[in-house]
């Protein structure tokens, strides 16, 4: 696949806030692709699962753990090393963590996925159609996130 090639070479570097102020890259990116370091316009591809052409895009998720696996195999399919992390975990330089979120609905099953980059000594976050925002107290703002749940931290290496 063509796009996934373009994704590859993408996600090897730093994104950047300046990368975002292109209209085609706010309004066709989101938390995923952010997550990834990916700023090419395309939703399509912003998807956990997509990229591995795992999941369709119109199949709900059924667990956090399908998430998760889903996540990894996209990940390798960028040649990204992904694994699980903590908050304290110290960073090589060629490292950056992502914390995820999960909304459930109230008969448990996955409403959305919401994920948090943390590089260069800050957390940002990216929602589709807006600029990539500064989390400002990762402790505090993860509890005031309500409905979403803290899921977890992800290490990756490009």
Aim: aromatic residues 16%.
């Amino acid at each position: 696949m063509e796009k996934t090639a373009l994704l590859t070479k993408e996600v090897h570097f730093k994104p950047s806030f300046e990368q975002y102020s292109d209209t085609a890259v706010r309004n066709n990116t989101n938390c995923y692709s952010h997550a990834l370091g990916a700023t090419y316009p395309n939703l399509m591809l912003y998807r956990v699962g997509a990229i591995s052409q795992k999941k369709p895009i119109d199949e709900r998720y059924t667990s956090f753990e399908e998430i998760r696996n889903l996540l990894f195999l996209d990940c390798q399919t960028l040649h990204l090393e992904i694994k699980e992390s903590s908050l304290e975990e110290e960073l090589a330089e060629n490292e950056y963590k992502i914390a995820l979120f999960i909304k459930k609905w109230a008969n448990g099953e996955i409403a959305d996925y919401h994920f948090w980059r943390f590089e260069d000594g800050i957390w940002t976050e990216k929602w589709k159609g807006r600029q990539m925002s500064v989390v400002q107290d990762f402790k505090r703002d993860k509890l005031d996130y309500f409905p979403w749940n803290f899921v977890g931290i992800y290490k990756i290496a490009r």
